[in-house]
């Protein structure tokens, strides 16, 4: 549990460790040393209360996915189209200061329900994908993101199904043939979790046949519902004895032990990366996740500095990257650390005993530089409306990182 204290200054300035190696010794660029020089950049977008498309820095995104659609009455339809129509259409609008951004439609997200029903017969399969069709066509849209939570697992009280594995592989065909019928090329991506568990219900080597991306939730990885303080979004491969003597390490020794992870180590992105390509999942077809909000905990210990310790519960569920830099960053009583291991930050405030998980600037760049590195496709995010509006914000470090 080796940690080290950073200044903020580095947090809004710097970045750590992304660099590639400096040994240039063979004459090679930097950039003929890396397996991926151009790394997607996808950006999740749920339109804010304050909607100025113009605004957004589309120059720094390769694809921004609306969110969200969801299946109603069997198809794919926005819950108020009056509303969120125009919105989309603005949005496409911003393609005239990138041509080469794709806009997309996410359909579904956490509690989202109807998928299973949608997908339990060619007959309802086929109905949605002609709804999906339309949609694409009358919003001149790039291409879609399948963010059904989950297939064959029930997430929030959704409907799941033994059958939804070929269910999904199906739909996931049928939209793919849908989108080929285009004359021009349509991206299909789907939203995939960041534990094990997921892809027991899964047939990824036939669902990437037809899916471009695979967009793995690498965060949410000690979830809004954890009594135990931990890393919610890490790249690194912490392993079990990294957490020796910990409330958090006795925790996942009891999941593991009754059976409810599939291994006894921390989740990390790193971890089921390496899991997915040993899979079989080609690299660049992997786009990993960051995060753009945290999770704070109250009534934390000053053990560890409050990592991997028995809370009194969560203070605040989710708070967006841009209320923490306001709020957080700048407060004294905030201490910022860096986890080695994890490669991620935290902060604690000894004070009023609140631990934070989140992604800042330093390893949101360690992310994407770490794609480029290991030849995956990118790095998306959830999502870009919860990002700063100041200079130095966790999009400028990711093309920053990117554009090295």
Not at 272 to 299: C, H, M, N, S, T
Request: glycine content about 8%; overall charge negative; proline content about 4%.
């Amino acid at each position: 549990m080796k940690t080290a204290v950073f200044p903020i200054f580095l947090i809004l300035t710097g970045i750590l460790g992304c660099s590639t190696p400096t040994d240039n010794s063979s004459g090679e660029s930097k950039e003929s040393q890396l397996l991926t020089p151009e790394p997607v950049i996808m950006a999740y977008y749920v339109a804010e209360r304050d909607y100025q498309p113009e605004k957004i820095p589309v120059e720094k995104l390769t694809h921004i996915i609306y969110s969200f659609t969801n299946v109603i009455d069997g198809e794919m339809k926005f819950r108020n189209e009056e509303v969120a129509g125009p919105k989309i259409e603005a949005l496409v609008k911003q393609k005239e200061r990138n041509p080469d951004l794709k806009v997309m439609i996410a359909c579904g997200g956490w509690g989202a329900d109807g998928f299973s029903d949608m997908a339990l017969t060619e007959e309802s399969r086929a109905k949605f994908i002609k709804s999906a069709s339309e949609f694409i066509t009358k919003y001149k849209l790039d291409g879609m993101d399948m963010d059904w939570e989950y297939p064959g697992i029930s997430g929030a009280g959704t409907m799941a199904r033994p059958e939804d594995t070929e269910n999904f592989t199906a739909l996931m065909k049928g939209l793919r043939e849908m989108l080929d019928e285009f004359d021009s090329p349509k991206v299909l991506t789907f939203a995939s979790a960041g534990w094990k568990r997921y892809y027991d219900y899964v047939d990824m080597d036939e669902v990437m046949k037809y899916a471009d991306y695979t967009n793995v939730m690498t965060y949410d990885q000690v979830s809004g519902v954890s009594i135990y303080t931990g890393h919610h979004t890490p790249l690194g491969d912490v392993k079990n004895a990294d957490t020796e003597g910990t409330p958090f390490q006795a925790h996942l020794d009891s999941l593991y032990a009754n059976g409810e992870n599939l291994d006894s180590d921390p989740r990390s992105s790193e971890k089921i990366v390496d899991f997915l390509i040993k899979e079989g999942v080609d690299p660049k077809q992997i786009v990993i996740g960051g995060a753009f909000y945290g999770r704070v905990w109250k009534g934390v210990p000053p053990v560890n500095n409050g990592l991997y310790q028995l809370s009194s519960g969560l203070h605040i569920g989710w708070m967006a990257y841009h209320q923490i830099r306001a709020k957080y960053e700048q407060d004294s009583n905030f201490t910022r650390y860096w986890d080695e291991k994890a490669e991620a930050p935290y902060m604690y405030n000894a004070s009023d005993s609140l631990f934070v998980s989140y992604d800042d600037t330093v390893s949101v760049a360690l992310k994407t530089r770490h794609t480029m590195e290991k030849g995956l496709g990118g790095i998306m995010f959830w999502e870009l409306g919860n990002d700063t509006k100041e200079e130095g914000s966790l999009l400028d470090a990711i093309y920053k990182a990117a554009k090295e």
